[in-house]
């Protein structure tokens, strides 16, 4: 009776094996297509930005399944979910929307069945409350962290900071940012902290350096305002690099814990960026300086108040013209691209890419001349 009861004991455990430990590593595979299965399970929060929608789409690409938490509208008038869309296969992605990125039992939802979470939220630098940045840089990521800390099934976690963050720097974006990630090392201390440069994009550049110039190179004639002494130093990053080096961060498990900065292979000044979109379309520029003075009174001038006083206003913020007055370039002495296996591209062989996706956003402006630009 006693062997029969054991043979039955054993034939049950035979039947239904069981695991009697937790794997705490992260398998990674990397050599499928995108109905494979990579073994990644992956929470992006952010998504909906284009450095997000870039870290989704390599993660896909090799049959990773992606979750996107947003507040965005969700349909195809966003162009970031229309790339999203047709990136994966069916099942292999997923859309949720929340109501409050601060509530955790809704975070803890979209990480219900990950084992990888990716924070790529930050702030947009034509926010003016305070409460905005903090939002963004500091009680988003605390929330997320604190989800991720009690979720044992999470293996790695990535936190997109910026490079140059600082308690006493003039930006509230890199103040803010600073004081986040220190507090989501504290709450989470295996966390893998990437800080890159000014990231240059092709998904959404509206927002963004090149937005600036295309908006004002249609709406002034060729006229660009520069403000005095506005002519920081930028060692620029294309977003694809960044989206490759979180991919690389998760194969790698020495990444675990380490803090990378992450910039373009040159540094160049403002004035030498905006030269560069000059050349590629041929265009003779009108620069036109003022004093800082005179731009933050536009800004706050009630007679802008036409349907497109944003297009013209945005890059009045104060949060857009400190970040051409600051130097925001990496440390030499933090860990790099180098360590995770990765020689980035240089601004000048995208920037042809660049000009050409913001002339399309701005329909009507001027075209790119080929014989100007032989990049």
């Known amino acids: 009776m006693l062997g029969k009861s054991t043979f039955a004991k054993t034939r049950e455990l035979m039947r239904k094996p069981k695991r009697f430990y937790d794997v705490q ?10 109905n494979a299965l990579s073994g990644i399970r992956a929470t992006v929060f952010g998504g909906t930005s284009p450095l997000g929608a870039a870290i989704g789409m390599k993660l896909n690409h090799f049959g990773s399944i992606c979750v996107y938490p947003h507040r965005a509208t969700g349909d195809f008038s966003n162009p970031i979910f229309r790339e999203l869309r047709v990136n994966a296969d069916l099942g292999y992605k997923a859309a949720i929307r929340l109501m409050d990125f601060t509530d955790q039992n809704e975070i803890d939802f979209t990480l219900k069945h990950s084992n990888v979470a990716i924070c790529a939220i930050g702030s947009r630098r034509f926010y003016k409350n305070q409460e905005d940045f903090d939002d963004a840089n500091i009680h988003v990521p605390v929330t997320i962290a604190k989800a991720i800390r009690d979720n044992p099934e999470i293996k790695r976690f990535i936190y997109i900071s910026a490079a140059g963050a600082d308690p006493n720097s003039p930006s509230r974006m890199l103040r803010t940012k600073w004081l986040g990630e220190q507090r989501v090392r504290d709450i989470y201390p295996d966390v893998t902290v990437l800080r890159p440069t000014t990231i240059f994009n092709t998904l959404d550049p509206n927002n963004s350096p090149q937005g600036k110039w295309g908006s004002m190179l249609k709406m002034f004639n060729r006229t660009v305002f520069r403000v005095e002494g506005a002519n920081g130093l930028v060692q620029p990053v294309s977003f694809g690099d960044i989206a490759l080096a979180t991919i690389n961060a998760l194969k790698d498990e020495e990444s675990i814990g380490q803090a990378y900065e992450l910039g373009g292979p040159h540094v160049y000044t403002w004035d030498e960026i905006y030269e560069m979109f000059h050349s590629v379309t041929g265009v003779k520029p009108y620069i036109i300086p003022l004093k800082l003075e005179t731009v ?10 036409s349907h497109y006083r944003y297009m013209g206003k945005y890059w009045m913020y104060p949060e857009f013209l400190l970040n051409e007055s600051i130097d925001i370039t990496t440390n030499p002495d933090e860990k790099s691209f180098a360590d995770l296996y990765i020689k980035p591209v240089a601004f000048a062989t995208n920037v042809k890419q660049y000009v050409e996706d913001i002339l399309i956003y701005n329909s009507g402006a001027h075209e790119v001349d080929p014989q100007a630009f032989n990049g």
């Open 25 to 34: 590593r992260l398998h990674v595979t990397d050599t499928g297509r995108k």
């Open 296 to 305: 933050l009174e536009w800004a706050h001038s009630p007679k802008l108040s």
